[in-house]
């Protein structure tokens, strides 16, 4: 069974920073190919970062530069470092481990999610 629980959302100004963090059940991290998705209020979910087993990583457009997602195996624990946070960030956000080609971010078939945490950016 896998469980996600993410923590870390919060409130801050438009650029500052936030570190969201998911704990894994033991061994998902390396296991599954893991990401962030975020969703707003009347808007599709949206991925904005994922990393294969290997380390290799993918970032939507949108957080390029910004965001940073890094794992770290030995606490079963992904991370989404956010920078320069502006308002159109604001969201749910919600970390996913999934099966597929688990090396390449970009094929990772985000099965398992956890409940989120949110993030509000004002301006």
């Known amino acids: 069974q896998v469980q996600l629980v993410e923590s870390g959302g919060g409130s801050v100004q438009a650029g500052g920073s936030l570190r969201l963090s998911c704990a894994a059940s033991?061994?998902?991290?390396?296991?599954?190919?893991m990401g962030w998705f975020r969703q707003a209020p009347g808007k599709e979910r949206e991925k904005v970062a994922g990393i294969g087993i290997f380390g290799s990583t993918a970032y939507a457009d949108s957080v390029k530069g910004r965001f940073t997602i890094s794992q770290d195996n030995a606490k079963n624990t992904l991370y989404l470092q956010m920078n320069s946070l502006k308002p159109e960030d604001t969201a749910m956000y919600y970390c996913?481990?999934?099966?597929?080609?688990?090396?390449?971010?970009?094929?990772?078939?985000?099965?398992?999610w956890g409940q989120g945490t949110q993030v509000t950016v004002s301006s």
């Open positions: 996913a481990a999934g099966g597929g080609t688990v090396w390449n971010p970009n094929r990772c078939t985000d099965e398992y």
């Open positions: 033991r061994s998902t991290i390396s296991t599954y190919c």
